[in-house]
């Protein structure tokens, strides 16, 4: 390696990596699952959400993330999207995967995700009167894709 290229290589600054998280998109009796939950910017809705953790597929990330957020377990059917969006706030890029799937049994003693204030069903008439209090675009277009009727396989997902 010449010196010049050691002198760039050693320049280089860390790889700018986005935040990978996940989505339950659940409808039933025509409302959706959403969480309230506490931001910075006041209390907002979205879907049961989070991030990938390590050693996690995004099938597991989806049915935990809906458990410690709602209390309710999720079977994810469809991948409906992956989504890419910067906050407008804090400048962070976000890789959404938005799953679509049935909810199961119910635990409403369980405790629920620290800032997390409550899991409620609301129609999509209240979501979109309440859109400026979702907690991303993200909330709304997703839920939008679905009645449009969008989703893909599971078995579009690989993991090795």
Same mark, same amino acid.
């Given at each position: 390696?010449?010196?010049?290229?050691?002198?760039?290589?050693?320049?280089?600054?860390?790889?700018?990596?986005?935040?990978?998280?996940?989505?339950?998109?659940?409808?039933?009796?025509?409302?959706?699952?959403?969480?309230?939950?506490? %931001?910075?910017?006041?209390?907002?809705?979205?879907?049961? *959400?989070?991030?990938?953790?390590? @050693? &996690?597929?995004?099938?597991? =990330?989806?049915?935990?993330?809906?458990?410690?957020?709602?209390?309710?377990?999720?079977?994810?059917?469809?991948?409906?999207?992956?989504?890419?969006?910067?906050?407008?706030?804090?400048?962070?890029?976000?890789?959404?995967?938005?799953?679509?799937?049935?909810?199961?049994?119910?635990?409403? %003693?369980?405790?629920?995700?620290?800032?997390?204030?409550? *899991?409620?069903?609301?129609?999509? @008439? &209240?979501?979109?009167?309440? =859109?400026?209090?979702?907690?991303?675009?993200?909330?709304?277009?997703?839920?939008?894709?679905?009645?449009?009727?969008?989703?893909?396989?599971?078995?579009?997902?690989?993991?090795?």
């Amino acid at each position: 390696m010449t010196n010049q290229a050691k002198k760039t290589s050693s320049n280089k600054s860390p790889q700018w990596k986005p935040n990978a998280t996940v989505a339950a998109i659940i409808e039933q009796n025509g409302k959706f699952l959403l969480v309230e939950e506490e %931001t910075d910017r006041g209390n907002r809705f979205n879907q049961p *959400a989070g991030h990938l953790e390590d @050693d &996690e597929t995004l099938l597991e =990330a989806v049915v935990r993330e809906t458990m410690e957020e709602s209390a309710y377990e999720f079977m994810p059917e469809k991948l409906l999207g992956i989504y890419q969006w910067k906050h407008t706030h804090n400048k962070t890029t976000y890789l959404r995967f938005a799953f679509i799937g049935k909810v199961g049994k119910h635990y409403p %003693t369980q405790a629920l995700d620290t800032g997390i204030i409550q *899991a409620l069903w609301m129609s999509i @008439d &209240e979501i979109r009167e309440k =859109a400026h209090l979702m907690r991303s675009d993200q909330v709304l277009c997703c839920i939008e894709d679905y009645l449009a009727g969008k989703s893909y396989p599971l078995e579009v997902i690989t993991n090795l």
